[in-house]
């Protein structure tokens, strides 16, 4: 699997929900993508970042893969940090992006199982980062504002566009 570019059309669509009971594809598909991100030194990846119209999403916190179908925050604090932000989408630079620091996540296991993650932190920012793809949302589009056309100059310049 290739991981797409922005400015990448696709990066900035929404993704379509998933029936993980009647889609016999996406054990295929969660492999594929743990592949990519463990290829591209990734923590996390969606699937709209390869190119799949699908509400799916893996990432690794500590040594425990794991994959998401439908992932909704249903939760967040309202106490946010700002961190610094890669994206395997925007290779080359970093964003600060303000995140709430805990969140509730609920989605479905690629079996259709329902799932509810309480996360802190880290594992916290990751989702909320690779929720943001299933909707179309790239770190660029959380820079502040003050500093935003810097940093897609400097994304520019990294990557020769």
């Known amino acids: 699997m290739e991981v797409l570019h922005h400015p990448n059309p696709v990066l900035k669509s929404h993704a379509a929900d998933v029936d993980p009971s009647a889609d016999g594809s996406l054990r ?3 492999r594929a993508m743990a592949e990519t991100m463990y290829e591209e030194n990734g923590i996390g990846l969606a699937a709209p970042q390869v190119g799949v119209d699908k509400r799916v999403i893996v ?3 500590d040594d425990k893969l794991a994959a998401l179908c439908n992932p909704v925050i249903v939760e967040a604090s309202d ?9 395997l989408s925007v290779p080359g630079i970093t964003v600060p992006v303000a995140r709430s620091v805990r969140v ?6 690629i079996e259709g199982r329902e799932i509810t993650i309480e996360a802190a932190d880290l594992l ?3 989702l909320q980062h690779e929720i943001d793809h299933l909707d179309g949302v790239l770190i660029l589009d959380r820079a502040p504002a003050e500093v935003r056309s810097s940093i897609i100059r400097a994304y520019h310049e990294a990557n020769r566009l």
């Open 104 to 109: 509730v996540c609920k989605g479905q296991t």
């Open 124 to 126: 916290a920012r990751v």
């Open 59 to 61: 990432f690794d916190v």
């Open 28 to 30: 295929d598909l969660v």
């Open 79 to 87: 106490d946010t940090e700002v961190d610094d932000e890669g994206c």
